[in-house]
């Protein structure tokens, strides 16, 4: 391996990129978001956590242009915008690694990671270009690909997430979007993935990261902002949060098992020995 | 000096990685041609070997088949039907089908020889209304796919129907038109042939923009800092080109040589291999039929890239049924009817293109209706009836579709997708 030169972290925290103010969404009878606030600095993960049905994927999809809100705020880089579409977002700078990731697994990882934006030159694909450039992208994750030549089908599922981020990248966002990045992982391809996000934010990004994963989100966000049926629940900094707090939070309730048995342990702590 | 012995070179960035495997030896070029097929990256081996064996087990039970003579009525007789197989290549790329080239090719080169012979219009108009008409009924499939909805399964059956009932209404009651044989589509798809000079010739201009291509690419990715092409590889590669291309031009040229019509058929090959692999429509098409809710979701106007290769399918057929109509100096009410859809979408399963979507080449519609080819051409010389023909056709197609479904499920157990 040749030398990576060693990030420093680059964090100009203070600055609002993305901010959402009184957003609600209605879908027939079912109020889906009410009064939902959000805010994201430059260089800091955001962890949107919630149960299912809390909001979660719909507050993503708005702020990936999918879903537009009936009422509420979306200011982009202090300015309020009106996010149109999927393309839209994307222009603003607001990028989206969905769940499902969308690779093409018959094309190779620089087609995948220049689709619909690949160099040209007249009418021909520039390869080399693309290719020095997926490069230089997946490097400067530190992301673990072996050839950049090989069907996107042949690689991991952690490097298959890699994948995806780099390409959220190519048109150089403010903010990533990032959808249950860790869902279908194991233990070291989760570790790769976590990496990833910490140098997203390294490079300055605002990252957004929905999870179901406490220890993920614990490792990982500077902030946890917890949902519950499409309500700001609670927000926590990630260092001062303990997991019972969150799943209180997330819950809506201290009075289950889980948080029972926390009181308990603390109450005797001999007995959990 | 002391930095240079200390430390190793710089690798090319994309060999910076200790786990890939490196390529640099023959011998590890074999190998990863193994671990490529056993992973069910087949290609279009199996059609090159099926091709050969074809070949050997005819030439051993009648040696004339090949013959010069023989090989230059194959590439004759090859190349109409292959350049609607080349159609069928695009559509089977997008995962889609289309039932109704057979007859939209009758129907348009029917259209053809009215406009010709029945009312006197000049020959190059008559061909250019019949390929509008290809490009037309195209359009329509698009709208109807697009806008409405419309699985290709079905539109295409219904214009497989319809057009035939199109060939007897625009044939009316003569049934069967005559185009005469000393007009320009006749002699250009039966009698015109390149000299020795001009083949030799086309040869080396192939092998010269071959080698010049691979050259100018191992110079951009030097200077990309990338791992160039093996120069060994390229010399090697091209001097099979030049000696392969060469001798069959030779041996072609004891009797007629290369005809227009499969050098036209030929150059239609390369044109859309390197329209799908080189520029941005060929990338959206795989990637449609990879993956067409990624490839929406990455600002790709999915819709435009269904509606061009419908059109560019049934213009293909259109133009197909012209050259079937000039190489057979007739136009009948059988005309694209009997099996001529069969025959170009088993061309383009033959030679490699999956079923499934995604995958395959322009190259297969050229090495699928060889294999056709050499099965009716071989046949026929040991005198056996149609019959037989349909059947061999039948278990051939069987094959091949078998061998496609065996490599895909070997690929996404050794992920290749």
Known sequence: ?273 | MTDQLTDPPTPAVDAADERLVRVVSPADYLRQLGGRLRGGDLGMLPVIFGLVAICAFFYSREPTFLSSRSLVTMTLYAAPLGVIALGIVLVLLLGEIDLSVGTVSGFTSATTAVMFVSHGQSLALSILVAIALGALIGGGYAVLFVWVGVPSFVFTLAGLLAFEGALYWVLGDQGTINLPRDSGLPEFTRQKFLSDAQGYALVAVVVAVYVGSRLWAIRQKRAAGLTPPNLLGVVIKAAALAIGLGWLTYYLGIDRGWGYLPVLFAGLVVLMDLLLRRTRWGRYVYAVGGNEEAARRAGIRVGMVYGSVFVLCSTFAALGGVLVAGQLTTVSQSSGTTDTNLTAIAAAVIGGTSLFGGRGSAYSALLGILVLQAIRTGLNLMNVDSDVRLIVTGAVLLLAVAIDSVARRARSSSGRG
């Open chain 1, 1 to 273: 391996m040749s030398v990576i030169e060693n990030e420093a972290p680059v964090r100009d925290t203070g600055e609002v990129v993305l901010s959402l103010t009184g957003i609600n969404k209605r879908f027939g009878a079912v109020q889906a978001l009410t009064d939902v606030e959000l805010t994201v600095l430059a260089g800091e993960v955001v962890a949107l956590v919630g149960d299912n049905g809390a909001g979660k994927s719909t507050l993503v999809k708005t702020i990936a242009g999918v879903y537009q809100p009936d009422a509420g705020v979306i200011e982009f880089a202090g300015a309020p915008v009106t996010v149109a579409g999927p393309a839209g977002a994307q222009q603003l700078g607001i990028a989206t690694v969905f769940q499902d990731l969308a690779l093409c697994d018959n094309l190779d990882v620089v087609a995948n990671l220049f689709l619909g934006k690949e160099h040209h030159l007249g009418p021909v694909l520039n390869e080399v270009t693309m290719e020095r450039e997926a490069w230089r992208l997946l490097r400067s994750l530190s992301a673990k690909i072996p050839s950049v030549r090989i069907p996107v089908a042949g690689l991991s599922g952690g490097q298959r997430q890699t994948v995806a981020i780099a390409r959220s990248l190519v048109g150089s966002p403010k903010v990533v979007l990032l959808d249950e990045p860790t869902a279908a992982l194991g233990v070291a391809q989760t570790a790769e993935v976590l990496n990833l996000v910490e140098r997203l934010r390294n490079q300055g990004l605002a990252v957004i990261m929905v999870s179901h994963n406490m220890a993920d989100v614990q490792a990982v966000s500077d902030r946890i902002v917890v949902l519950r049926l499409g309500r700001n629940a609670a927000e926590f900094r990630t260092e001062e949060a303990t997991t019972d707090q969150l799943v209180a939070a997330i819950t809506g309730a201290s009075d289950n098992v889980v948080a029972q048995r926390a009181a308990r342990r603390a109450a005797h702590p001999e007995a959990s020995q």
